[in-house]
């Protein structure tokens, strides 16, 4: 097993990267946040600051020269927000950044790169066969290319540079510190407001995963040794339908099921209706397991909502 005394974030003041953050300082791993002095900063990541001119190449290895890391998580990402998806901005998101890190790391180079994918990379999928990471890459969205793209040229990339690299593919997190237009803080508003949440027929199979266990996959995925330049999906490989979600909350947080408004809005154009992952070959891997069931995930996000509210 790889010890991991120093880490990089990349995108740490985003979801995933604000609880892996705060994960790392309570196992006293020495962090540090790389930030873009040109782009836009919602809120002040964990760890320590490493600050670019710009997310350039040349921008990145000067302000990392010196430094040396155990590992590296590339979490950023463009288009996650369906209303932020114009081309340009997802190749430069997702394509290019990634490159530009990874050029701008080759004299110091990481113990481990790791990669967050996503489950939009793949094609679609036919229920109730479960996505394999063999599953075909050629995603009918820009969002799900542009990740797709950054996938397969990161990996070549990091090989050429001999970088260690892995991807790991994101299936449907949840949990505190998602955008409030996102299906549970939006059903969850809705709900202690006791307002009509207006949501589509519900009939979409999802694979729902807990914000912790992503954070726990992540550090067992820096800490063992994984095959080299390879993609891994870190889900719950358990499906569930969006209509099951919805009543299951309404149901921990004692609401009337009519708030919920089934049918509502219309499917998305082309709306997936099957995105479950079969996440056997990371477990084999690392020995990460689930520790969260949907219900157990939902229960804990509302505690979490709780404190913050009080």
Same mark, same amino acid.
């Not at 873009?36 to 990392?64: M, V």
């Not at 050029?103 to 489950?119: H, T």
């Not at 679609?124 to 797709?148: M, N």
């Given at each position: !097993? ?31 946040? *790389? #930030? ?23 921008? $990145? ?19 996650? #927000?369906? @209303?932020? +998806?114009?081309?340009?901005?997802? *190749?430069?998101? %997702? ?8 050029? =701008? #790391?080759? %004299?110091?180079?990481?113990? !481990? ?40 040229? &990161? ?5 050429? *540079? ?14 505190? =510190? ?5 299906? $549970?803080?939006?059903?969850? &508003?809705?709900?202690? %407001? ?12 999802? @694979?729902?995963? /807990? $914000? ?10 820096? +800490?063992?040794? *994984? ?5 891994? %999906?870190?889900?719950? &490989? ?14 921990? !947080? =004692? ?11 219309? /499917? ?14 990371? +477990?084999?891997?690392? =020995? ?16 979490? #909502? @709780?404190?913050?509210?009080?």
């Amino acid at each position: !097993m790889n010890e991991v005394r120093s880490a990089l974030v990349i995108g740490g003041t985003g979801f995933v990267g604000q609880a892996l953050t705060r994960r790392l300082a309570e196992d006293k791993v020495a962090t540090h946040s *790389l #930030m873009f002095r040109d782009r836009p900063r919602r809120t002040t990541p964990g760890g320590e600051l490493i600050e670019c001119e710009t997310n350039s190449a040349d921008a $990145i290895a000067r302000a990392l020269d010196g430094h040396r890391f155990d590992a590296v998580f590339h979490l950023a990402a463009a288009g996650v #927000m369906p @209303d932020r +998806r114009d081309p340009q901005t997802l *190749l430069a998101g %997702n394509v290019a950044l990634v490159s530009n890190v990874l050029e =701008g #790391m080759k %004299n110091a180079q990481p113990g !481990m790169f790791i990669y967050a994918g996503s489950c939009a990379e793949y094609s679609s999928a036919i229920a109730p066969k479960r996505i394999t990471e063999d599953h075909p890459t050629r995603p009918p969205d820009l969002y799900g290319a542009a990740k797709a793209s950054a996938t397969i040229w &990161a990996s070549a990339l990091a090989h050429a *540079l001999q970088i260690p690299f892995a991807t790991l593919r994101l299936f449907h997190i949840f949990g505190p =510190g998602e955008a409030p237009s996102r299906l $549970i803080p939006y059903l969850a &508003a809705c709900l202690r %407001n006791k307002t009509v949440a207006r949501l589509t027929g519900g009939e979409q199979i999802r @694979d729902f995963l /807990y $914000i912790e266990d992503v954070v726990n996959a992540l550090l067992a995925a820096a +800490r063992n040794p *994984l095959e080299p330049y390879s993609a891994y %999906n870190v889900c719950s &490989a358990d499906p569930v339908s969006v209509r099951c979600a919805a009543e299951t909350l309404a149901r921990i !947080m =004692g609401a009337s099921l009519e708030n919920l408004n089934f049918g509502a809005i219309p /499917y998305r154009p082309n709306e997936e209706m099957w995105i479950v992952g079969d996440n056997q070959r990371f +477990r084999e891997a690392t =020995g990460w397991s689930r520790t969260f069931t949907l219900e157990h995930g939902l229960k804990r996000y509302l505690q979490s #909502m @709780d404190k913050l509210s009080n």
